[in-house]
C-alpha cells in the first residue's frame, strides 16, 4: 500500500463527502468542499492510494500566521498505521510554507494521543464557547 499526500489536492465533492461520513459517523452529505476550501482555506491536505481518497485534513487560517487543523479524517482501513500523522505532517509543512508560524488543533479526549504524541502537537491553555 503506497499512501501519497497532496497539499491544495483536486477535491472531489463526492469521494469527501463519502469519506467524512465513515470517518464521523454521520450520513453521505452534499457539501459543495471545493467551494468550501477555495473561499475558507489556508490548504487542505489528500492523502491517496492510487485515485482513491483515503485521508483529509482541512487547514483554515487567520489570515496571518495561525493556521488550523480542522476534522482530520482517515478511512477505517487505514488508520493506526501513521496516514493521520502524515496528514498534519504535511498540513503543517504547507501551512510553514505560507508563513505560518502556529498551527492549532482542537480535538476530542480520546484524540489527545494521537494530536500530541504522533502528531508532535504541544498542549496549551484554550477556550471555547458551544454556540
Request: proline share 1%; hydrophobic share 45%; glycine share 10%.
Amino acid at each position: 500500500m503506497t499512501i501519497t499526500y497532496e497539499w491544495r489536492g483536486d477535491i472531489d465533492n463526492s469521494a469527501l463527502n463519502e469519506l467524512h461520513a465513515e470517518g464521523f459517523g454521520h450520513p453521505v452529505g452534499q457539501t459543495d468542499w471545493r467551494a468550501r476550501l477555495q473561499r475558507h482555506s489556508l490548504g487542505w491536505v489528500c492523502a491517496w492510494e492510487s485515485d482513491r481518497l483515503v485521508g483529509f485534513v482541512n487547514v483554515a487560517w487567520d489570515g496571518g500566521v495561525h493556521a488550523f487543523a480542522l476534522d482530520t479524517v482517515v478511512a477505517q482501513r487505514h488508520r493506526s498505521n501513521g496516514v493521520g500523522a502524515a496528514l498534519v505532517k504535511a498540513a503543517a509543512a504547507g501551512c510553514r510554507a505560507a508563513g505560518c508560524e502556529w498551527l492549532h488543533a482542537d480535538f476530542e479526549e480520546h484524540l489527545r494521543s494521537f494530536y500530541f504524541e504522533a502528531c508532535g502537537l504541544r498542549e496549551t491553555a484554550a477556550g471555547l464557547i458551544a454556540l
